[in-house]
């Protein structure tokens, strides 16, 4: 595994009020629009106000339960919505969604309230603790600073100072040193900012690694590989750009999945997988390698063929060589349309053909 260092398109958002700390609205890792509202800071008379609010709900709540006599279709209708939502709120275990509940719960609530204080004899009472409810509501609301998302994205409030600096604008400017130098923990979460938070750019990313395999060296611009994450997640990747370092190569990947996996963590281990084939694995000393039929589309090409042995039996298979190295092949089986058309069998020949499978013998070092 190598060390790969997490470059994303990142706008920080902070407000005038930020020592207050904050309350999210969106929470970590959440897609959010253009313009909606993604935290707020404690106004300064917060905890008091939300004091009194809490006992105007109990006050409002024991007036509406001594009147027993109120029949409306819509009281009705908020009861059940009522109960609904707090048969749902029990199974939750997202905080966000609690969250949401929550505010929903209470304001069908209050308009419950509110058409009691119509219909009630003790009407003016009750009516009196929702104007004030509404009123310590509005303070509470218009003393509190709401930030908005300037674009769209993934919602972050790991803030690590490293948002101006590790850019897709920054990436002529790389070298290994520049990165050492950062002092990053692979694998180490960025705390979460209690002041501020960020807009994450969910259509790409970027994961720039030191390498110096014959691959890396062989690796050019619009590359397509596989990243393994240290999870075992696999991610597509495109090769953005290469700095020349003295021994090896910084290699600039570009993501366009997996992007919220990685919003935690500016450091992390990361395999490049340059090539991926399914098939079969065996040593090329067990391959034999003939000429192609003449008069076939393949006429001057060689085509490889494995012994495979069943109980003092042989059988000569024709196989497609999808990858190979100086010591190992990955093999799979020809269709029949391709022996036909391409290598020039007949049908009778192909009939008469086998197919090679997992856990067959084969041959080494075979005679054809």
């Given at each position: 595994m190598q060390f790969g260092y997490v470059i994303r398109e990142e706008t920080v958002v902070q407000g005038d009020n930020y020592k207050n700390g904050i309350v999210?609205?969106?929470?970590?890792?959440?897609?959010?629009?253009?313009?909606?509202?993604?935290?707020?800071?404690?106004?300064?008379?917060?905890?008091?106000?939300?004091?009194?609010?809490?006992?105007?709900?109990?006050?409002?709540?024991e007036a509406m339960a001594n009147e027993n006599n109120l029949f409306s279709s819509d009281m009705k209708l908020l009861e059940n919505q009522i109960q609904?939502?707090?048969?749902?709120?029990?199974?939750?275990?997202?905080?966000?969604?609690?969250?949401?509940?929550?505010?929903?719960?209470?304001?069908r609530i209050t308009k419950k309230a509110k058409i009691a204080g119509e219909l009630s004899p003790s009407g003016s009472y009750i009516r009196k603790l929702i104007e004030e409810r509404s009123s310590y509501e509005n303070s509470l609301n218009s003393?509190?600073?709401?930030?908005?998302a300037p674009t769209s994205g993934i919602v972050s409030y790991r803030v690590d100072g490293l948002e101006d600096v590790l850019t897709p604008n920054s990436f002529s400017s790389l070298n290994i040193k520049f990165l050492e130098e950062l002092k990053l923990k692979t694998?180490?979460?960025?705390?979460?900012?209690?002041?501020?938070?960020?807009?994450?750019?969910?259509?790409?990313?970027?994961?720039?690694?030191?390498?110096?395999?014959?691959?890396?060296?062989?690796?050019?611009?619009?590359?397509n590989v596989?990243?393994?994450?240290?999870?075992?997640?696999?991610?597509?990747?495109?090769?953005?750009?290469?700095?020349?370092?003295?021994?090896?190569r910084l290699i600039v990947f570009k993501i366009t999945k997996g992007l919220e996996l990685l919003a935690n963590y500016r450091k992390i281990t990361v395999d490049v997988i340059w090539w991926s084939y399914s098939g079969l694995k065996v040593?090329?000393?067990?391959?034999?390698?003939?000429?192609a039929k003449q008069g076939s589309e393949q006429e001057g090409n060689d085509i490889y063929f494995v012994m495979k042995?069943?109980?003092?039996?042989?059988?000569?298979?024709?196989?497609?060589?999808?990858?190979?190295?100086?010591?190992?092949?990955?093999?799979?089986?020809?269709?029949?349309?391709?022996?036909?058309?391409?290598w020039g069998y007949t049908d009778k020949e192909i009939n008469q053909i086998k197919s090679i499978v997992l856990h067959d013998e084969i041959m080494i070092y075979p005679k054809s």
């Open positions: 999210q609205i969106k929470a970590e890792g959440e897609r959010v629009a253009k313009n909606d509202p993604v935290f707020r800071y404690y106004s300064n008379n917060e905890e008091n106000l939300v004091k009194k609010i809490q006992e105007l709900d109990l006050k409002i709540q609904e939502r707090l048969m749902e709120y029990e199974t939750l275990n997202d905080i966000q969604k609690m969250k949401e509940y929550k505010k929903d719960i209470n304001t003393g509190s600073e709401y930030i908005n694998g180490e979460i960025v705390s979460s900012s209690g002041e501020k938070g960020k807009i994450i750019n969910n259509f790409e990313g970027y994961i720039v690694v030191s390498l110096t395999s014959e691959k890396a060296q062989e690796a050019k611009v619009g590359d596989t990243l393994r994450l240290a999870n075992s997640e696999e991610i597509s990747a495109q090769v953005a750009y290469i700095v020349e370092e003295d021994k090896s040593p090329n000393t067990a391959l034999i390698r003939e000429k042995n069943r109980a003092g039996y042989t059988d000569k298979i024709p196989v497609k060589v999808l990858k190979q190295n100086s010591s190992y092949s990955i093999i799979t089986n020809y269709e029949s349309t391709e022996l036909k058309e391409k």
